[in-house]
């Protein structure tokens, strides 16, 4: 069968015998055509049912009125809630969102950033792989006129764009909070060392236990490349210590998680035994018999919606300012954490 060809804004400019530009024209409601012929194009339009030639509108305004998203992995349900938070801003600035899963591969990050930079999109949003450690294939971006703004997993250098998570208050609120308890020895389970959170975490708790005089064991953090296996391995390693930790921060929830069946496996009671305080705030934990004590919620909607505004903001100033913004225009924009602590179960 063939296939049926879209209709032009030439064929319309034909069949009324007037120029395409006063068909263009009239189709953007312009005050220099008048209203009758401005009526007759549009109903000759919508007869033959007449669509924009999007490409030729991307080539007039050299943009694509798209983002990209790069992110880890979309089965967390942080960043699922990051997404909404993003496409809340994009639809409402009448952008579409593109979106590219890492895995936390960072081959896999290069290439799917080179997809997007050749799909021409007009700005990119990225949460970083666990083991990426080289940015070169953001910075190459800004002479294509790119911009980018990092969330959550972000650059530990200073000149970039980022929406981050405020952890050292996160971790303060979390450590306190179980020194209130009672707790001494407290264990951390951190994430992959290339991870900027994973040395703030680190950091904020020893100045913590300086501060309140506590004696120091850094054979109490720990850490997991996010997998179940070396979570295990990690609380393997946190329960030989002698006298091993009476409770533990996890660098999320689905690492508490993980933690925990590990500690049922070794016959230990959760939060009776051993507590466990972790982080993100998972609408789960509100059905778990014994969920972690409690959770640092870390706004991933907002984290989202926020980049996303940001970018909105750095695709505006591109064409004025060209592709490479002073140091000091750079943005780094952090999002104050809350602890939630879970009730306990009624019986």
Request: glycine residues 4%.
């Amino acid at each position: 069968m063939k296939e049926e060809r879209q209709p032009t804004i030439k064929e319309i400019a034909k069949q009324l015998n007037v120029s395409v530009s006063t068909v263009s024209r009239a189709l953007h409601n312009h005050p220099s055509i008048g209203l009758r012929t401005r009526m007759r194009v549009q109903q000759l339009a919508q007869d033959l049912n007449y669509e924009p030639n999007q490409s030729a509108i991307f080539f007039k305004k050299q943009k694509t009125f798209a983002i990209g998203v790069v992110l880890p992995n979309l089965k967390e349900e942080f960043f699922s809630k990051a997404i909404s938070g993003i496409e809340e801003i994009a639809t409402r600035n009448n952008y579409s969102v593109l979106i590219g899963q890492s895995q936390d591969d960072p081959e896999k990050e290069k290439q799917i950033i080179a997809t997007m930079k050749n799909y021409r999109v007009d700005g990119l949003i990225v949460s970083l792989g666990k083991h990426t450690k080289n940015y070169d294939h953001f910075t190459a971006l800004e002479k294509y006129n790119i911009p980018v703004v990092f969330f959550d997993r972000v650059p530990h250098l200073p000149d970039f764009n980022k929406v981050s998570f405020n952890m050292a208050s996160g971790t303060r609120e979390a450590i306190e909070f179980l020194l209130d308890q009672g707790h001494r020895r407290i264990g951390i389970i951190n994430g992959p060392d290339e991870m900027n959170s994973s040395s703030q975490r680190t950091e904020t708790y020893k100045q913590l236990l300086i501060k309140k005089r506590l004696k120091i064991d850094l054979s109490l953090i720990v850490s997991t490349d996010l997998t179940p296996e070396s979570t295990y391995e990690a609380m393997k390693t946190l329960l030989s210590q002698k006298p091993r930790p009476t409770a533990v921060i996890a660098i999320n929830d689905y690492v508490a998680l993980d933690a925990m069946q590990y500690a049922r496996r070794v016959k230990l009671k959760i939060n009776k035994d051993i507590c466990f305080v972790s982080y993100v705030n998972l609408w789960i934990s509100g059905y778990l018999e014994t969920p972690p004590l409690a959770s640092v919620e870390q706004y991933p909607f907002e984290q989202g919606s926020k980049a996303a505004a940001l970018l909105m903001e750095l695709m505006h100033r591109v064409p004025e300012q060209g592709p490479s913004p002073a140091p000091e225009t750079f943005q780094n924009i952090v999002i104050n954490g809350q602890l939630v602590v879970h009730k306990k179960k009624s019986k």
